[in-house]
Nanobody, 121 residues
Framework: QVQLVESGGGLVQAGGSLRLSCAAS????????MGWYRQTPGKQRDLVAT???????DYADSVKGRFTISRDNAKNTVYLQMNSLKPEDTAVYYC???????????????WGQGTQVTVSS
């Protein structure tokens, strides 16, 4: 079994910063891409940023230049540094990882439980 545990969410004023972390643990064989998604009530879960195992990144247009995704492969951890936060960044942020366990030759997606980010104006 694999678990993704997020931390770092909270309440911040507009213009402020937060750093989210997500650590993967369990019977991990390898991790391919990791990423962050966000969701607001009544809306679909949207991509925020992704990073491959080699460090290639991709961002939603709405966060380019403000958010930075990174990962520590030795710790099976992905980070999201969020700067210049806006009220419209308010959402539940979910961590995602493509994980192949030690018991499988096929990778599948795993999700964290989500962490709330609230940006006040």
């Amino acid at each position: 079994q694999v678990q993704l545990v997020e931390s770092g969410g909270g309440l911040v004023q507009a213009g402020g910063s937060l750093r989210l972390s997500c650590a993967a643990s369990g019977s991990i064989g390898s991790i391919s891409a990791m990423g962050w998604y966000r969701q607001t009530p009544g809306k679909q879960r949207d991509l925020v940023a992704t990073i491959t195992s080699s460090g290639s990144t991709d961002y939603a247009d709405s966060v380019k230049g403000r958010f930075t995704i990174s990962r520590d492969n030795a710790k099976n951890t992905v980070y999201l540094q969020m700067n210049s936060l806006k009220p419209e960044d308010t959402a539940v942020y979910y961590c995602n990882a493509g994980v192949r366990t030690v018991y499988s030759i096929v990778a599948r997606d795993y999700w964290g439980q989500g962490t709330q980010v609230t940006v006040s104006s």
